[in-house]
């Protein structure tokens, strides 16, 4: 059945406090209706362990993934995809730091799930496009919002609407990806320093700034500054905040607990 096929693998690593989720169907990775799931399923799991601290995602083939299964779309009803995008943008909801490394091709659900990531990271041959449009369809799983809020309305519109591919050196330009290494040695060298980046600093103060971005940026100005103060009030009580004072005034590496 068209609708079945692939995985979605979870590894962890640094002592278990990240999980790597690995896109694994073929050369290209192609999202099944039933990976789609698994992306949900996963990120259900990982959201409740407190003990992952990281989560960062990836593709097992030559490229990230090519999009979705599009034949299986027409065993689907049309009422059943009005909450397609509940699945593959989990990691948006998810409370925790999401990564995605990107080698190849990152095209339609694949740069959809991208999207709903809070970091990514690319290699040079690494391309990026929402081709939908090119079936007779658009993207329905996000992509038309949140591309537009990253790097603007009018180049949104023009890659959306020609279904043109956003080359890696245009996507590091535009702020779709943070950084783009020579291949997929360098990129895996870039996740690794910006995973251990990460894991130094405080899960509760990530937390919060994660959702305050989210949160405040597609509100009015002073509702984001709002939120962002309070928030900054709020993390004053933490046992983090008053360990990485402790931490500075002593000039030694702080031991952040998440509380």
């Known amino acids: ?36 799931a698994q992306v949900a399923e996963r990120f259900a799991e990982l959201d409740a362990d407190d003990t992952i601290r990281v989560v960062v995602i990836r593709g097992d083939g030559e490229h990230f993934t090519s999009g979705g299964d599009i034949a299986g779309f027409m065993e689907v009803e049309p009422f059943d995809l009005t909450d397609l995008g509940q699945d593959v943008t989990a990691p948006a909801r998810s409370p925790k730091p999401v990564i995605t490394a990107v080698d190849g091709y990152c095209f339609g659900v694949g740069l959809e799930l991208a999207l709903s990531t809070d970091i990514r990271l690319a290699t040079a041959r690494s391309e990026f496009a929402l081709p939908e449009m090119r079936l007779g369809m658009m993207p329905g799983s996000g992509g038309t919002q949140r591309l537009a809020r990253l790097i603007g309305l009018s180049r949104a519109k023009y890659h959306i609407l020609t279904a043109e591919r956003i080359q890696a050196t245009q996507a590091l330009d535009w702020g779709l990806v943070a950084s783009v290494s020579e291949d997929r040695e360098g990129l895996e060298a870039e996740v690794e320093r910006v995973v251990g980046t990460l894991l130094g600093y405080s899960p509760v103060a990530l937390r ?16 984001g500054i709002e939120l962002e103060r309070k928030s900054y009030s709020l993390l004053r009580a933490t046992h983090d905040f008053a360990e990485g004072v402790a931490a500075f005034t002593e000039k030694r590496a702080p031991k952040f607990e998440g509380r």
Do not use: C, Q, W, Y
């Open 1 to 36: 059945m068209a609708l079945t096929g692939g995985e979605i693998r979870l590894e962890r690593s640094h002592d278990g406090r990240v999980a790597n989720l690995t896109i694994d169907h073929g050369r290209f990775n192609i999202i099944t209706m039933e990976t789609r």
């Open 208 to 223: 919060t700034a994660k959702e305050v971005l989210d949160r405040g940026v597609d509100g009015p100005l002073a509702t």
